[in-house]
């Protein structure tokens, strides 16, 4: 089971912490991706951590802005997300996978969405 919480409604420039806790998974074994959508378009990728959290990948468009990290000692993964834009309002879910991947396709387990909304 995934769990994302930490959305909310945040103005523009604001910042907000997503956490996501793996339950019944050896987490420190599996990748773990965020991932966000808006109504009508495709879930897209938006930043990924490898097991041992060595690894980071971010898209082009939370770059700089957003850092990824996970607490395996709390089987929780987390996405710091700094100089919040309106672009950026969508359900935020996470996504655990044994291989980290961008593709959304190839992730079958996702946790429930956590609603991240900045205004203007």
């Known amino acids: 089971q995934l769990q994302a919480c930490g959305g909310g409604l945040v103005q523009h420039g604001g910042s907000l912490r997503l956490s996501c806790l793996a339950s019944?998974?050896?987490?420190?074994?599996?990748?773990m991706a965020w991932f966000r959508q808006v109504p009508g378009k495709e879930r897209e990728f938006v930043s990924g951590?490898?097991?041992?959290?060595?690894?980071?990948l971010y898209s082009d468009s939370v770059k700089g802005r957003f850092t990824i990290s996970r607490g395996n000692a709390k089987n929780t993964v987390y996405l710091q997300m700094n100089s919040l834009k309106p672009e950026d309002t969508a359900v935020y879910y996470c996504?655990?996978?044994?291989?980290?991947?961008?593709?959304?396709?190839?992730?079958?387990?996702w946790g429930q969405g956590t609603l991240v909304t900045v205004s203007s």
């Open positions: 996504a655990i996978r044994f291989d980290l991947s961008v593709r959304n396709t190839e992730y079958s387990y």
């Open positions: 019944g998974w050896t987490f420190s074994t599996y990748s």
């Open positions: 951590i490898s097991s041992s959290g060595g690894s980071t």
